[in-house]
């Protein structure tokens, strides 16, 4: 048989889906595209999870939006998280021109220009939805994966967080957790010992320093109400197409610990709040990371950890997850090995550690006759990869080297009108950017121990002569005192919460060293 006709059989081959399938362009022979052999990816196994890879202005970008886009219209829910602001154009719809019509032309696949849904979301001031959580939603095995604590001072973080649900302080935000901080040292001292153990103040000191170093990265923007609810990832518009949430995080990207604290948060509650799914036709939501390695950068072993056990077990709730990164080796090596699909955008060899990369990038690839995958690796071209997924039965597809389609939206951002436009359009923002203003912990700690020292000074002035020894009434604790009329609806008891996840797995070891410690 002829080569070329032997290759577009082998690319079919493995490019035909029983389920539905998403088409990302046309496989490339001998640097021809070819009109007539698409490569495509089965919707079943995007729970696999992916990669997108490749040197600066290859095409990287487009191509996560190539792919979201086109989630969105098989009615998949979206999420992405934008570094550098460049997706918002997915928005609106796309204007071909005759580069585009040409690239189309060769792929044989017609051109359409569609917009998406668009829900604008922020972690801090931008424009846009305001997304945040509750300190008690962290739980105290991930607060204190956050922040870097060691198992001393993590049992401190869960006796706090054991003592704000016993006495009902809700564990609202930053300055919350900082006052609980502060009584178990202070006014608190001696009730919490007898109740929960001795607490060491230099670890105390140790974990305040830590929480004001998040605070310095803006945190307290984050933490608090009204906090986030999965769900609301979860919608499609009226015309079936999944909504694309985008979070913008171009104001936070110097402040890897805050993005690495949102990023944790989001994935364990996506975790926790979705039900086993098993094997479904479609995820039930893809997330996007572009820069990914602005999440890996300067995350701790523990965090690490946790983002690889949290992507292992996602995957049976129906979520897929997509890193979009320069080199390969930004991701830990641990989830790099759990990604099905691989989309390997041109990579530059300058130096001797370039070319290294690019025979161990090679490697992780299925063998082509057809390619010189490391040759391919630096002489395809911009708006084309060497794509490979998994099918459904879990093998990876032929390695196909993909003349990618161009997006149906707009290759490019949104300009401030079209921003205000898209907020103001938003339902959420009217759900969660309202000033929820609810006593916690802070101000309930505040005025009862006001209270407790007024009433004692009332006591004194009342009774001035010491009562004989054997009529003294045992005084109530401060605790006491604080939980008694405390009826504040919590936020939700956090040790449950906890159980609950920890018992599922994902919070690893942490977890369950400490509660056979007996803390919980
Ligand atoms: N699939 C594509 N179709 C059309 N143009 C593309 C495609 N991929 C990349 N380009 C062009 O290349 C430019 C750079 O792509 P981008 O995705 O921003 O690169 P990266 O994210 O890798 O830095 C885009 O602005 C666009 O002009
Ligand atoms: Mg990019």
């Avoid at 070329?4 to 082998?10: D, I």
């Avoid at 399938?21 to 990816?41: E, K, R, T, W, Y």
């Avoid at 979206?78 to 997706?87: E, R």
């Amino acid at each position: 048989m002829e080569r070329t006709e032997k290759f577009k059989l082998h690319i079919k081959e493995g490019n035909t889906f029983k389920g539905d399938s998403i088409i990302l362009g046309g496989a490339i022979l001998d640097g021809q595209p070819l009109s007539d052999c698409n490569v495509c990816i089965p919707l079943k196994t995007l729970n696999r999870h992916g990669l997108i890879a490749g040197a600066t202005g290859t095409g990287k970008t487009v191509t996560l939006q190539i792919i979201a886009e086109n989630m969105a219209a098989k009615g998949i829910p979206v999420l992405m998280m934008d570094l550098k602001g460049d997706l918002s154009g997915i928005a609106v719809a796309g204007i071909s021109n005759p580069k585009i019509e040409e690239r189309h032309r060769l792929i044989g696949v017609p051109y359409n220009s569609v917009g998406n849904t668009v829900e604008l979301m922020t972690l801090s001031k931008e424009n846009g939805m305001r997304l945040r959580a509750t300190v008690s939603e962290f739980g105290p095995v991930l607060f204190s994966k956050i922040l870097e604590l060691n198992d001393t001072q993590g049992g401190i973080v869960a006796v706090i967080f054991k003592f704000a649900d016993d006495s009902n302080l809700p564990l609202l935000d930053l300055k919350d957790f900082k006052r609980l901080l502060q009584f178990i040292t202070d006014e608190g001292k001696a009730e919490i010992e007898k109740n929960y153990g001795r607490i060491s103040e230099a670890s105390v000191g140790t974990i305040m320093r830590k929480v004001i170093e998040l605070e310095t990265q803006g945190a307290e923007l984050f933490f608090g109400e009204r906090s986030f609810e999965v769900s609301d990832l979860v919608r499609v518009d009226q015309n079936g197409r999944g909504i694309v949430s985008i979070v913008r995080l171009t104001d936070i990207q110097d402040k890897p610990k805050l993005f690495s604290t949102f990023m944790l948060q989001m994935l364990a509650e996506i975790y926790a709040s979705f039900p086993e799914a098993g094997d479904l036709e479609k995820p039930k939501l893809c997330v996007f990371i572009d820069e990914a390695h602005l999440i890996f950068k300067e995350a701790s072993k523990a965090l690490l950890d946790q983002v690889e056990a949290i992507i292992k077990l996602i995957r049976s709730k129906g979520i897929g997850i997509f890193f979009c990164t320069q080199n390969p080796y930004d991701i830990p090596e641990d989830v790099l090995a759990q990604l099905g699909l691989k989309v390997q955008h041109a990579l530059r060899a300058f130096t001797d550690k370039d070319r290294k990369a690019i025979n161990k990038t090679a490697e992780n690839y299925p063998i082509s006759e057809f390619y010189k995958t490391e040759e391919l690796l630096t002489s395809i071209g911009i708006g084309q990869a060497l794509i490979t997924a998994l099918n459904e039965k879990g093998i990876p597809t032929p390695l196909a080297a993909t003349h990618l389609r161009a997006p149906s939206s707009r290759m490019g951002v949104l300009n401030a009108e079209e921003i205000d436009r898209i907020t103001a359009a938003s339902l959420l923002s009217s759900k969660y950017n309202v000033e929820v203003d609810r006593q916690s912990a802070y101000e309930i700690l505040e005025a009862k121990l006001n209270n407790a020292k007024a009433q004692t000074k009332e006591e004194e002035a009342e009774a001035p002569q010491p009562k004989p020894k054997s009529s003294v009434r045992e005084e109530p604790s401060v605790i006491e005192k604080l939980s008694k009329n405390t009826m504040v609806r919590q936020v939700g008891n956090t040790v449950m919460r906890e159980v609950a996840r920890g018992l599922l797995g994902v919070l690893g070891l942490g977890g369950s060293t400490r509660r056979k410690k007996g803390l919980f």
